[in-house]
């Protein structure tokens, strides 16, 4: 069974940058559309960002601009660059495999992302103080 990891949270004032990583145990890596999700306190888990390999990123509205997808696929990593950091960032921040290798990204807006992920790190705490 794949395993994800991620890694790289912490605490951070508004205006800030983190990067989180997400390790991958299977070689199929980079067969897999990959995404980071979040989960605010106190609300439901919501897309960020995807990436398939050599395809265009995807960004969930509130990020763009701001935040950064990629992968290294001979690393097995995800990697999510966090700029301009605001309060509302805050939260559990999860990496994601698409359920189905080979398939693409979903596309739409990312509040329909999350069904088209089937496998789940742990997550990563991320908090912005204002």
Known sequence: QVQLVESG????QAGGSLRLSCLV???TFS???????RRAPGKEREGVA???TNTKPKYGDSVKGRFTISRDNGKNTLYLQMDSLKPEDAG????ARHVGGGSPCPGGKSSVWEPFFG????????????
């Open 9 to 12: 949270g912490g605490s951070v």
């Open 25 to 27: 145990s299977r070689d």
């Open 31 to 37: 067969d897999y559309c990959m995404g980071w999700f």
């Open 50 to 52: 995807t990436i398939n």
């Open 92 to 95: 559990m921040y999860y990496c």
């Open 119 to 130: 496998d789940w790190g742990q997550g990563t705490q991320v908090t912005v103080s204002s």
